[in-house]
């Protein structure tokens, strides 16, 4: 299982990012994956994840602000961040859970200007 994760970048507070995950390796419809992030100095924390129903769940920190999704033709996931503030500035990690392991790709830097 492999995960690519894309899209990052410095953004303007009150901007949007959209990071894409290019999952292979795998059968994307019953993989559940997830989206976390981890700041300097501090614990890597789950942002927002999708089952492979389609039922997702967001950190409150970015509840009505980041939106999840998932293209299983395409193996891919999306994480759509707007209006984006300082404190969301992280290295952002996809992640699998795929029968009973983690797997992780490399991080990519999302950086909030204020």
């Known amino acids: 299982v492999q995960l690519q994760a894309s899209g990052g970048g410095l953004v303007q507070a009150g901007g949007s990012l959209r990071l894409s995950c290019a999952a292979s390796?795998?059968?994307?419809?019953?993989?559940?994956f997830g989206w976390y992030r981890q700041a300097p100095g501090q614990q890597r924390e789950l942002v927002a994840s999708?089952?492979?129903?389609?039922?997702?769940n967001y950190a409150d920190s970015v509840q009505g602000r980041f939106a999840i999704s998932r293209d299983n033709v395409w193996r891919r996931v999306y994480l759509q961040m707007n209006t984006l503030e300082p404190e969301d500035t992280a290295v952002y990690y996809c992640?699998?859970?795929?029968?009973?392991?983690?797997?992780w790709g490399k991080g990519t830097q999302v950086t909030v200007s204020s």
């Open positions: 999708i089952a492979s129903d389609g039922t997702k």
């Open positions: 992640n699998t859970q795929y029968y009973g392991r983690d797997h």
């Open positions: 390796g795998l059968n994307a419809k019953i993989a559940a």
